[in-house]
């Protein structure tokens, strides 16, 4: 259902009905008091040329000048063990590219010998690439209805979940990456007590990823539904559309606009515990519908995966491990060849002494892969990271330079070391130490040859200096990546070299008080690469820093400076950032001005962002 | 106060929303150009997903090479329509075609294997066609980038430097390599592959292969 009025009668119901009629007024239900949550949170965007556009693309040229409105309004209601809730998401975009504009202005940039031909060739594909995005939409991007009492927990509609570490099932919010996955179906969980607890999960349904992605402008829509399941589920949801440029037929394949065939899943989940262990064994299986992408995940009509995880809680005074063995077997379509299972092991170890604090982190996967969603990658490329499981990597949680798959071949180790010298003084560092196979070059099957081999090495140090009452803090990392290949690379100019990825960096953190509630922070990262084969060809340098000033609780200012020395991209970037606290239970957050653009990425799930050059306007409330 | 600031926000949205009309087409625009004629290549079912006729499109490059050494003197007009073959006789089965830009890394290692596959498989009857469209720096790849690529990777099959972005409308370029498998006996579209997929596209090929092989 498209709904320009909705999108605009959301925010102003919001703005106008007076908060004292909205605030919470619990009432009840045949003699049980029901409590009533109501937040509303809407972002007005609008989107300047970027800076970002090369002659002849149409993708970068059509995310200039396009504005919208997101809203998400989720209201949940509780009477006694029952809670009912829904989250009904709305875009209205009030300003968007025109492809004729596209096509006219690239057509008199590029200036070809056959200007018909290509403008006639430009307007055809910026009719495609807008045939899925700037499209408004109100949908019921959440809902479940909940009962829970102790020892029972009972969900239809819409629920996450995390199993074990998140290599057999991973779906919940990542704000990072703007996205927010659940499974929209039943989830059962029971609980004992007792000397040894039990703990019994099962759940299945449809994966409901974010339909709409803001940075973009980009939508999912699905095809027809295949079955009862499919219509109860992805009622009201974003279709697939018809466009004066993109054909609409039963084929979800050959329709442009039909971005993602939904999965399917049941998983499950057996978990004993005692007073300092746990032993949990976990599965999922991965139903697919016609793949929509042919690569090795998507066309598998079937993924399995299964683990076996440990927990000790200080198994020694100051110790604690956690290991988890995993399992995965892809059933492929009768055409395709045949594959392995993989297979992975993830570790870790937690030393905390008086004063130290040390965690080894080691992983050993072998084709473990991520249940990466039945998206059409052509088509709808800015979900390409959707994923229903997190595999952990083991390296720091923003880390971006683990190039390809690496993750799903790979075997080492990372060491972090926290030592408190004396009183407000600590010493910091990390060590680490990879071999993969995956990085520089596609290796689904794992070969470990010295062809496909890649050493990593990552190396950081530094120091944290806090005051007696925590109000100043300084903290200094330095650090750098190493990464060399087994094989002689070829670069750009034809010479040949084993370094494929190098980095150093330098991050840093300052908060000082200022005088009253008042402090001042300045934040940044700073960054030297370089990577032999693809990228810009030539080493660079990268960063920001973000001064900030805040007000206790209420408000903050931030500017942030950024940079980026790649050939073809602009150097520099500036942007300020206003949030303010009008009441314990609102927010308004304002961004203006821009952001380079970058590799985002939360546990090895990355996100590659356009720049941004413009308007952001946050509102939240909660009633 | 929310609702000072939504009545801000609504109004300065409105002022940047108003007034979006479609542009006027100059009429040289709309004249029919010089183009890349072929009338016996299929003009119906022309698109870009699966099952659709790929169209038609001419390009600069090299046909043969690591037979003739690139240079000025001996570029080429290449066109998809030079490999389509509805009768047979030119010997191809199946085309691949292929995008590569310098910046992408899955290209560049796609294209360490390339040369290999098309001496395995070119006996068979497979063409791999491959554009490169974009240099380092994302801008347009040029002839002599072209050039140097060819030395680099040692191509032996058709290549061509797509600076115009023909093969943009078939999948982002910001997820390259593309590599489409075509029947030349009509141009429709058998598979599309994003991203280097060797471990199943090349089993498809060769199966594909197989089949048309013994059906010969």
């Not at chain 1, 779906?171 to 989830?187: M, N, P, Q």
């Not at chain 1, 050959?254 to 005692?274: L, M």
């Not at chain 1, 039945?374 to 949680?397: C, D, H, M, W």
């Amino acid at each position: 259902m498209r709904g320009l009025p909705f999108a605009l009668a959301l925010p102003l119901w919001a703005a106008l009905v007076p908060s004292r009629a909205l605030a919470l007024e619990p009432g009840s239900v045949v003699g049980t008091p029901v409590l009533v949550e109501v937040n509303e949170s809407s972002s007005l965007y609008y989107n300047f040329d970027n800076r970002d556009s090369k002659p002849s693309q149409v993708p970068t040229r059509a995310n200039d000048g396009f504005g919208l409105i997101y809203n998400r309004l989720s209201a949940q209601a509780t009477a006694g063990s029952v809670s009912l809730g829904v989250r009904v998401d709305n875009v209205w975009f009030y300003a968007s590219p025109n492809a004729t504009q596209v096509a006219l202005d690239l057509t008199n940039e590029a200036r070809p010998a056959n200007a018909p031909g290509y403008f006639r060739s430009k307007l055809d594909e910026a009719g495609l690439e807008l045939s899925n995005r700037f499209i408004d939409w109100v949908y019921p991007s959440k809902y479940y209805l909940t009962y829970s009492r102790p020892g029972l927990e009972a969900t239809l509609g819409d629920a996450s979940a995390q199993l074990g570490r998140g290599i057999v099932l991973s779906v919940r919010k990542r704000d990072e990456l703007g996205s927010d996955t659940t499974i929209r179906g039943a989830r059962v969980t029971v609980s004992s007590r007792g000397p040894v607890g039990l703990k019994l999960t099962a759940l299945g349904g449809e994966l409901n990823p974010l339909r709409i992605d803001e940075a973009s402008g980009r939508y999912l829509g699905v095809p027809s539904s295949r079955d009862s399941l499919g219509t109860l589920t992805e009622a009201g949801m974003p279709r697939a559309i018809r466009t004066d440029f993109a054909p609409l037929n039963a084929d979800c394949q050959a329709s442009p606009t039909c971005g993602y065939a939904p999965d399917r899943i049941t998983a499950g989940q057996v978990e004993f515990s005692g007073e300092r262990w746990k032993l949990g064994t976990q599965g999922s299986a991965l139903f697919r519908a016609a793949p929509l992408s042919e690569d090795l995940l998507r066309s598998a009509q079937r993924m399995l995966t299964l683990s076996q995880s440990v927990e000790l809680a200080r198994v020694l005074p100051d110790l604690s491990l956690y290991g988890e063995l995993a399992y995965q077997h892809l059933t492929e379509p009768a055409d395709a060849p045949r594959s392995d299972p993989g297979y992975g092991l993830y570790a870790s170890a937690s030393y905390t002494p008086e004063d130290v604090a040390l965690t080894l982190e080691g992983r050993h996967y072998r084709r473990l892969f991520p249940l990466a969603a039945n998206v059409k990658l052509a088509r709808a490329g800015e979900f390409a990271s959707l994923a229903y499981n997190q595999v952990p990597t083991t390296e720091l949680e923003d880390n971006d330079t683990e190039y390809e798959r690496m993750n799903t071949c790979v075997s080492g180790a990372r060491l972090r070391g926290d030592f408190t010298l004396r009183r407000g003084v600590r010493a910091l560092g990390s060590l680490s130490h990879y071999v993969t196979y995956a990085e520089s070059g596609a290796n689904e099957a794992c070969a470990t040859t010295a062809q496909q081999l890649n050493r990593v090495y990552d190396a950081s140090s530094g120091f944290a200096l806090d005051s007696s009452d925590r109000a100043k803090h300084l903290e200094v990392v330095l650090g750098g990546r190493l990464d060399r290949a087994g094989r002689e690379l070829k670069l750009g100019d034809g010479s040949e070299s084993h370094l494929f990825y190098t980095e150093a960096y330098l991050r840093h953190q300052l908060e000082l008080p200022i005088s009253g509630d008042f402090s001042f922070s300045l934040t940044g990262r700073h960054r030297r690469r370089a990577q032999a084969e693809g990228g810009p060809g030539v080493p660079w340098s990268e960063g920001e820093e973000v001064l900030g000033v805040e007000w206790a609780e209420h408000s903050s200012l931030g500017l942030g400076a950024e940079y980026d020395t790649r050939p073809g991209v602009p150097h520099r970037y500036f942007n300020i950032e206003l949030s303010h606290r009008p009441t314990p239970s609102s927010r308004i957050a304002l961004f203006a001005g821009q952001r380079r653009g970058a590799l985002r990425c939360v546990g090895g799930i990355c996100r590659l962002y356009p720049p941004f050059e413009g308007v952001r306007l946050d509102l939240a409330m909660r009633f | 106060m929310f609702a000072r600031f939504a009545a801000a926000g609504l109004a300065a949205s409105l002022t940047l929303g108003c007034g979006s009309n479609a542009p006027e087409v100059p009429e040289e625009l709309l004249a029919s150009g010089p183009g890349c004629a072929a009338p016996d290549y299929p003009a119906d079912g022309v698109g870009t997903e699966t099952g659709d006729v790929v169209k038609n499109a001419c390009f600069v490059g090299y046909r043969a090479p690591d037979r003739v050494a690139p240079s000025a003197a001996h570029r080429e007009t290449i066109a998809f329509s030079d490999y389509y073959d509805p009768a047979g006789t030119k010997g191809v089965s199946l085309l691949l075609l292929n995008t590569a830009a310098i910046w992408c890394s899955a290209c560049v290692a796609e294209h360490g294997n390339l040369p290999a596959r098309a001496t395995e498989l070119g006996p068979q009857g497979l063409v791999i066609l491959s554009s490169l469209f974009e240099d380092g720096q994302k801008h347009p790849a040029s002839v002599d980038d072209l050039e140097r690529w060819i030395a680099n990777f040692h191509t032996n099959f058709p290549m061509v430097a797509d600076p115009y972005l023909y093969l943009g409308p078939y999948a982002s370029t910001a997820l390259a390599p593309l590599n489409m498998v075509v029947d030349p006996r009509t141009m429709k579209i058998l598979r599309k592959y994003v991203g280097d997929q060797g471990s199943v596209m090349w089993p498809y090929i060769e199966s594909e292969l197989k089949a048309r092989s013994a059906a010969r």
